[in-house]
């Protein structure tokens, strides 16, 4: 199994450009999640869904969006990168409530 | 709001040492504590969890103490090997509530 996977792992942005940072599990889990994770400032959720066609916000969901269409996908979408999201993304999937993640390899976003 | 406060942010300990890494929690609701480990340029990968009808869980090397009234649990790592260098997350979460909530991360490097 890949578990969950992430694409791309770098990408530089300019400043105003948009992107869609993508996100896939093939476990059949039900909870997905994005978080950001900069330095000495741990793991900071931005959004997340229970299922799909369902999202919610998180602690950070400014300057983002996600959709969930299928149980497999979570893409994360930046609309007109700022400086400001220079940071370490990191998708995650659960089977439920209290049991473990799963998290991906991470992409590593600059914007200039 | 942070909801899991964790110290120490970085800890530098001799091979065959007990680092010893501590989580403080507000939401008497949790009731499900996590520890991730992270290795650079990966995502966190689950290393141990307890639920509080336990004070103490050992896997291994690895122990997580709880101490409920508190509202306080931690990681100890016996033994410990150049290999364990890595970032150690704690988290919470309780049934109900579908977001992990981490701590900041504390940067364990073990010296030979």
């Known amino acids: 199994n890949a578990g969950v996977t992430q694409t791309p792992k770098f990408r530089i942005l300019k400043i105003g450009q948009s992107m869609t940072l993508q996100c896939t599990q093939d476990m059949n889990h039900n909870y997905m999640y994005w978080y950001r994770q900069d330095p000495g400032m741990g793991l900071k959720l931005i959004y997340y869904?229970?299922?799909?066609?369902?999202?919610d916000k998180g602690e950070v969901p400014n300057g983002y969006n996600v959709s969930r269409s299928t149980t497999e996908d979570f893409p994360l979408r930046l609309e007109l990168a700022a400086p400001s999201q220079t940071s370490v993304y990191f998708c995650?999937?659960?089977?439920?409530?209290?049991?473990?993640?799963?998290f991906g390899q991470g992409t590593r976003l600059t914007v200039v | 709001q942070q909801q899991v406060k964790q110290s120490p942010q970085s800890l530098i300990v001799q091979k065959g040492g007990i680092p010893i890494i501590n989580c403080a929690y507000e939401n008497t609701a949790f009731d499900y504590f996590p520890w991730y480990q992270q290795f650079p340029g990966k995502g966190p990968a689950l290393l141990i969890a307890i639920r509080p009808d336990v004070s103490e869980k050992k896997e291994g090397r690895f122990t997580i103490s709880f101490n409920k009234s508190a509202k306080q649990f931690s990681l100890h790592i016996m033994d410990s090997q150049p290999g364990d260098s890595a970032t150690y997350f704690c988290?919470?979460?309780?049934?109900?509530?579908?977001?992990?909530?981490f701590g900041t991360g504390t940067r364990l490097t073990i010296i030979p």
């Open positions: 869904s229970v299922g799909a066609g369902i999202t």
């Open positions: 995650a999937s659960t089977w439920g409530a209290n049991t473990e993640a799963f």
């Open positions: 988290a919470a979460s309780n049934v109900g509530n579908e977001k992990l909530t």
